[in-house]
């Protein structure tokens, strides 16, 4: 009698734990790309849950997968393949705990409704409308942008007008609270911002707008402002200890 034909899921079977490899990533997109017995009700690669943690995977093009219930923990990957598994993570069948996203560009991105305990931010470039996303979790305390990249990020705030509601006034950014210690903010607007409250310790603020601002009871120990202009803001009880504000126009 003829021996079946192996599938996908019986080469991860065969694997300790069902770990895979960025190189066997690869040979399942080449012995097993046309095997129709290989796919799930997507019309893609069936994973079965693989275990793709501690992995380096970038280049992989992760779209030909199904990756539900994939452990992608501590596993470094590229923008292309974040932008793949976010709708995943966001209906929970995947976690992102841990995943490694350094230095990858979200502009852009929706992050929200998204667990990101335990992953580093460190280097990532956030937008206005990506950190935005982030609003409930940096209220929460939830994640550290700690070095991470804002730099030239426009966070101030905007004069609205909508006659169809007979609205016309000023809307303030309200970004009370959030720690964004160590984070890059240079040459980045944060005029007409609610500060109250928030720390940016250690960050770097040079170049930055902070015009007509409120930022009492700011923390910004050690940070450093070179160049910042800070005209006809509220630093009340803000703290400047050890901050560096050279050439600061206040």
Same mark, same amino acid.
């Given at each position: %009698?003829?021996?079946?034909k192996?599938?996908i899921?019986?080469?991860?079977?065969?694997?300790?734990?069902?770990? @895979?490899?960025?190189?066997?990533? %690869?040979?399942?997109? $080449?012995?097993f !790309?046309?095997?129709?017995?290989?796919f799930?009700y997507?019309?893609?690669?069936?994973?079965?849950?693989?275990? /793709? &943690?501690?992995e380096?995977?970038q280049?992989?093009?992760?779209?030909k997968?199904?990756?539900? !219930?994939?452990?992608?923990?501590?596993?470094?990957?590229?923008? +292309?393949?974040?932008e793949?598994?976010?709708? #995943?993570?966001?209906?929970? $069948?995947? &976690?992102l705990?841990?995943?490694?996203? +350094?230095?990858?560009? /979200?502009? *852009?991105?929706?992050?929200?409704k998204?667990d990101?305990? =335990?992953?580093?931010?460190?280097?990532?470039?956030?937008?206005? $409308?990506?950190?935005?996303?982030?609003? +409930? +979790?940096?209220? *929460?305390?939830?994640? &550290?942008?700690?070095?991470?990249?804002?730099? =030239?990020?426009?966070?101030s !705030?905007?004069?609205v &007008?909508?006659?169809e509601?007979?609205?016309?006034?000023?809307?303030y %950014?309200?970004?009370?609270?959030?720690?964004?210690?160590?984070?890059?903010?240079? *040459?980045?607007?944060?005029?007409?911002?609610? @500060?109250d409250?928030?720390?940016?310790?250690?960050?770097?603020?040079n170049?930055?707008? %902070?015009?007509?601002?409120?930022?009492?009871h700011?923390? @910004? $120990?050690?940070?450093? @402002?070179? =160049?910042?202009?800070?005209?006809?803001?509220?630093? #009340?009880?803000?703290?400047?200890?050890?901050?560096?504000l050279k050439?600061a126009?206040?």
């Amino acid at each position: %009698m003829k021996n079946k034909k192996p599938n996908i899921m019986d080469y991860i079977k065969s694997k300790p734990d069902k770990h @895979l490899t960025k190189l066997d990533l %690869m040979d399942c997109l $080449e012995k097993f !790309g046309n095997d129709r017995r290989s796919f799930s009700y997507t019309g893609k690669l069936n994973l079965i849950a693989a275990d /793709l &943690s501690n992995e380096d995977i970038q280049g992989i093009d992760l779209s030909k997968f199904d990756i539900k !219930g994939c452990n992608f923990s501590n596993t470094i990957i590229d923008q +292309e393949q974040l932008e793949y598994i976010l709708p #995943y993570a966001r209906n929970n $069948e995947i &976690s992102l705990k841990g995943i490694y996203i +350094e230095f990858l560009d /979200l502009s *852009g991105l929706d992050l929200s409704k998204i667990d990101w305990s =335990g992953v580093s931010f460190y280097g990532v470039k956030l937008d206005r $409308e990506s950190l935005i996303s982030l609003n +409930e +979790e940096l209220k *929460g305390n939830t994640i &550290s942008l700690e070095g991470a990249n804002l730099s =030239g990020i426009d966070l101030s !705030g905007k004069y609205v &007008s909508d006659p169809e509601i007979g609205f016309n006034g000023f809307c303030y %950014m309200d970004l009370r609270g959030i720690l964004f210690n160590g984070v890059n903010f240079e *040459g980045a607007d944060l005029s007409g911002a609610i @500060l109250d409250g928030a720390s940016f310790k250690d960050a770097n603020l040079n170049e930055c707008k %902070m015009v007509a601002s409120f930022a009492r009871h700011t923390n @910004l $120990e050690s940070a450093s @402002l070179q =160049g910042a202009i800070l005209k006809h803001s509220d630093f #009340y009880c803000a703290n400047f200890n050890t901050a560096n504000l050279k050439n600061a126009v206040v």
